[in-house]
């Protein structure tokens, strides 16, 4: 079966470090795989998304940036936090064609002080 | 810009009583219309989806209601249980985007 997972699960940060969030899949090859944030009040909003090895696609212009090293393993980064950037944030995957169920990671909050 | 709008933001039910959720969209690419459930500290979970082509699809206690030349669609609990405690978001998805709404914490009292 696969699963997913994503940590650290919580995070406290001081604003101007750097951020590494790690998210890994098993049980499949060449998934789809989403980084989200959720903030309150405003859902989820997706960041990145990736179709492959090395292929990052941004939703939304931001302190923010993706990396997918590996065929199940995708990383959001920052290279100096803001106190906006905190929030909670989701790792995805789907199968090829992202019109299928969508998996969910557990989450990081990340608080950004 | 939100490709979703949901309400309502919260909503409160008897046990027994039955929980409806709206959401409306815009972009008439959307072919794909899921529902996921969330509970505190939890990653979003597939609920029930529906896909344009049908006006209702019902699985268990849950029923999507989709009005394709409204753009709107619906989730209803039917006989809702304290269990069913959560946030709903709906969602509407194209290719490889997949746009939420805002979310609705529903809360069924005993």
């Known amino acids: 079966s696969q699963t997913i997972h994503q940590w650290p699960a919580t995070l406290v940060q001081p604003v101007g470090s750097p951020l590494s969030l790690e998210c890994t899949v098993e049980g499949t090859s060449n998934p789809n795989l989403y980084w989200y944030r959720q903030a309150a009040g405003r859902g989820l909003q997706l960041l990145f998304y990736s179709v492959g090895i090395g292929q990052i696609s941004s939703e939304v212009p931001q302190n923010l940036s993706a990396s997918r090293p590996q065929d199940r393993q995708f990383i959001l980064s920052s290279k100096k936090l803001l106190l906006s950037d905190s929030g909670f944030y989701l790792c995805?995957?789907?199968?090829?064609?992202?019109?299928?169920?969508?998996?969910f990671g557990q989450g990081t909050r990340l608080t950004v002080v | 810009q939100q490709q979703v709008k949901q309400s309502p933001q919260s909503l409160i039910v008897q046990k027994g009583g039955i929980s409806i959720i709206n959401c409306a969209y815009e972009n008439t690419a959307f072919d794909y219309f899921p529902w996921y459930q969330q509970f505190p500290g939890k990653g979003p979970a597939l609920l029930i989806a529906i896909r344009p082509d049908v006006s209702e699809k019902k699985e268990g206690r849950f029923t999507i209601s989709f009005n394709k030349s409204a753009k709107q669609f619906s989730l209803h609990i039917m006989d809702s249980q304290p269990g069913d405690s959560a946030t709903y978001f709906c969602a509407a998805g194209y290719l490889y985007n997949l746009f939420f709404g805002t979310g609705t914490r529903l809360t069924v009292i005993p």
């Open positions: 995805a995957w789907t199968k090829t064609d992202m019109n299928t169920e969508a998996f």
